[in-house]
């Protein structure tokens, strides 16, 4: 870095700073302006599994925050790019690159072996990034909704409800590899919060369904795994979902895998959004044992 700017660890400067330059980042997003409050920040970090002490931001002369990546260890050799984002009139800079080859050096002498992150396909200038550092995509990552009224078939299972601590220790030792992080166990705790309730927890076969009802028409599931590719208990959360709930939209947003319960949900005729995600990996050198 020249004198101009300078690479910090994000737990060394001001947390409102860092959230302002997130918020001028994901201005211009490309599903619409992504604004945090100061109450949201917390939780958007621990839903992302974001260390601080790991993140690294690009700073001017004048401490304005021009670029970040949020960075979190998972475990098992692994990290995850949680987010990142420039400025708008700091991109094409070189900060994000330069940020990039950092945090992905880090993690090599952390001793870990893939990082991990989730981008929307069309937004081809992060991809092009992401690319050109080696990700390569792992999985398709897509959103459905099921408008009210729609006719349902009927569930022929049982479905067992289950408490959250429950379902996360399901998505803990179920061993179901490569799913989005947003999926897993310690990002869905996360969401159990003082005031961020309830959640609630269905389960059938080898399949398992994290969803919220606080607004009755507006039914959003936070996870949907199916352990088993045939995908039949999914199909059958589907049903027993749009039956329990026949006048609220239920939306999944762009985090299922189709082959761990997307296809279920596209053939109990839930419509695919036209956006979807990639989760890319990137493999990386491990400069020594991971800690
Ligand atoms: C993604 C982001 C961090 C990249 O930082 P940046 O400073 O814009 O990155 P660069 O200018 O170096 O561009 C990255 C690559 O995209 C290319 N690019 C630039 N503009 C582009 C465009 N409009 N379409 C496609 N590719 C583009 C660049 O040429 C470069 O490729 P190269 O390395 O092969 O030359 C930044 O654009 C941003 O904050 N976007 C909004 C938030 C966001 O989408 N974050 C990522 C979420 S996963």
Not at 19 to 40: C, H, K, Q, W
Not at 63 to 74: E, K, N
Not at 144 to 160: K, N, Q, S
Not at 189 to 198: D, E, T
Request: hydrophobic share 45%.
């Amino acid at each position: 870095m020249t004198d101009l700017y300078d690479l910090r660890a994000a737990d060394a400067i001001d947390g409102e700073a860092l959230r302002e330059a997130f918020n001028a980042a994901f201005a211009d997003y490309l599903i619409g302006p992504m604004t945090v409050t100061p109450d949201s920040w917390p939780l958007l970090l621990a839903r992302q599994g974001a260390q601080l002490a790991a993140s690294r931001v690009v700073v001017d002369r004048d401490g304005r925050v021009l670029a970040f990546a949020l960075i979190a260890p998972i475990g098992a050799g692994r990290s995850r790019l949680a987010t990142m984002g420039a400025r708008p009139d700091a991109r094409g800079g070189g900060h994000a690159p330069r940020l990039l080859d950092r945090v992905v050096a880090e993690a090599e002498a952390r001793g870990e072996r893939t990082m991990e992150l989730e981008v929307f396909a069309r937004n081809e200038r992060a991809l092009a990034l992401y690319r050109s550092r080696g990700f390569e995509p792992v999985a398709e990552l897509h959103g459905y909704t099921r408008l009210p009224g729609a006719a349902g078939a009927p569930v022929e299972d049982r479905i067992d409800e289950f408490g959250l601590a429950d379902a996360v220790a399901w998505l803990e030792h179920g061993g179901i590899e490569g799913l989005p992080f947003q999926q897993t166990a310690p990002s869905i705790a996360a969401l159990n919060g003082p005031g961020r309730g309830p959640l609630k927890a269905w389960r059938c076969a080898g399949a398992q369904v994290i969803f919220s009802d606080a607004d009755p028409q507006r039914v959003t599931l936070q996870a949907l795994v199916d352990a088993d590719v045939r995908q039949h208990g999914a199909r059958q959360l589907a049903r027993a979902l749009a039956a329990h709930y026949p006048q609220a939209t239920l939306r999944m947003p762009q985090l299922l895998r189709p082959d761990r319960g997307g296809d279920a949900l596209a053939g109990e005729g839930w419509q695919t959004e036209p956006l979807h995600q990639l989760l890319l990996r990137r493999t990386l050198v491990p400069k020594r044992a991971a800690g």
